[in-house]
């Protein structure tokens, strides 16, 4: 059997099918190298063939005295399981870390979910939206005297979420070198969005972190630090936060009258009128000429569907073309042991019996 390339080649892991965070982990581990077995659920098919790619997938009932062996002969066998299913349930199929663990002590059970195992939200249902909404995060998000805006599921599901697990995983396996033993990871989306927040609770209130929603430096008030509208129609990031910047900005755009004062929140959204005011006079292409590659600190607002386009994520390699779609090249990249985008298949069963054949 083929062995993957990347740094986690010849890793073991078990995924529970599940939606969100859960499968994204699971393409993480797999783009760099990992065996990944996903186990899915009877009628269940392909939800999301970019973020579940590169599996090994088998239909498992898992009520079934059939099908809880299969399970439990794959994990004394893992290195890795990933489950993402409500607290209990897995220790109700009889899967849950205390049998595991006691015929595997060497598994590294991953749990992932958005409040975590204990607390008084621990078993009932929640999305991205309300899982940073009581972490501080959502009440940021939005523009002054208006309602939060949720930020599409980048901030829960993957940034405090996947992220979060995939790196408590590699964590627990690199304690494992020593200790020989495994362990149980709690990986809940509420510890990881606060963990991201991190920044903003050792800011002062000021003009970084304000207690108005739209008021603050990055949240997009002042006039150096927002998108702006083109003559096309199209937009423009602007973040010359830095004196430097700013004065590189002034000078390219020809706005010498905006040159002091930069840091005055006073003078923020009269600026920011003036600079809306001539960004509009030409398009985003123009602007493009005169910014980008400058130490303005400048892009332009790319669309989902055009950012394999970008030259400079052209020259990077940032996406790959895979069974005729363009998908997110992996990463992080790694000079001796790169990873790769691999397709699926059904052969879950067959890599399990592999696992158990092995020494």
């Known amino acids: 059997m083929t062995t993957a390339a990347g740094p986690l080649s010849g890793l073991r892991v078990m995924e529970f099918a599940g939606i969100g965070p859960g ?48 399970c439990r002969d794959a994990a004394s066998k893992a290195d890795v399981l990933i489950e993402g299913l409500r607290p209990g349930v897995m220790e109700r199929l009889g899967l849950g870390p205390d049998e595991l663990l006691a015929a595997n002590p060497g598994l590294v059970y991953a749990r992932m979910t958005g409040w975590g195992q204990d607390g008084p939200l621990a078993k009932v249902a929640g999305h991205d939206i309300n899982y940073i909404a009581i972490t501080g995060a959502l009440d940021a998000v939005g523009k002054r005297g208006e309602k939060a805006i949720p930020p ?43 963990s991201l927040m991190s920044f ?25 630090y927002q998108c702006y509208e083109c003559k096309d129609g199209k937009e423009i990031s602007i973040g010359s936060i830095e004196p430097q910047f700013y004065a590189e900005l002034v000078a390219r755009i020809g706005a010498s009258e905006l040159a002091d004062g930069q840091m005055n929140p006073a003078n923020w959204v009269e600026n920011a009128d003036k600079l809306a005011a001539l960004f509009k006079t030409k398009t985003q292409a123009e602007w493009n000429e005169i910014l980008e590659g400058t130490d303005v600190c400048y892009g332009p607002v790319v669309g989902l569907d055009d950012a394999h386009d970008h030259p400079h994520m052209k020259a990077r390699k940032a996406y790959v073309e895979h069974e005729g779609k363009m998908q997110p090249a992996p990463a992080p990249r790694f000079s001796r042991t790169p990873g790769e985008v691999r397709s699926s298949d059904d052969n879950g069963a067959e890599i399990v019996k592999s696992w158990l054949g092995s020494s």
Do not use: W
């Open 23 to 70: 499968p994204h982990v699971g393409m993480l581990l797999a783009d760099l190298g990992a065996e990944v077995v996903r186990i899915d659920r009877p009628g269940s098919g392909v939800m999301n063939p970019v973020v579940e790619r590169a599996r090994h997938r088998v239909t498992v009932d898992l009520k079934s005295e059939e099908g809880h062996s299969f």
């Open 152 to 194: 599409q599921n980048l901030i829960g599901d993957f940034g405090g979420g996947s992220i979060y697990c995939a790196f408590g995983i590699l964590a627990a396996l690199y304690e494992r070198e020593r200790s020989g033993k495994g362990q149980v990871v709690d990986a809940a989306i509420v510890d990881g969005v606060t």
């Open 200 to 224: 903003f609770f050792g800011q002062q209130h000021g003009m970084i972190r304000t207690n108005e929603r739209g008021t603050g430096m990055l949240g997009g008030a002042a006039h150096f």
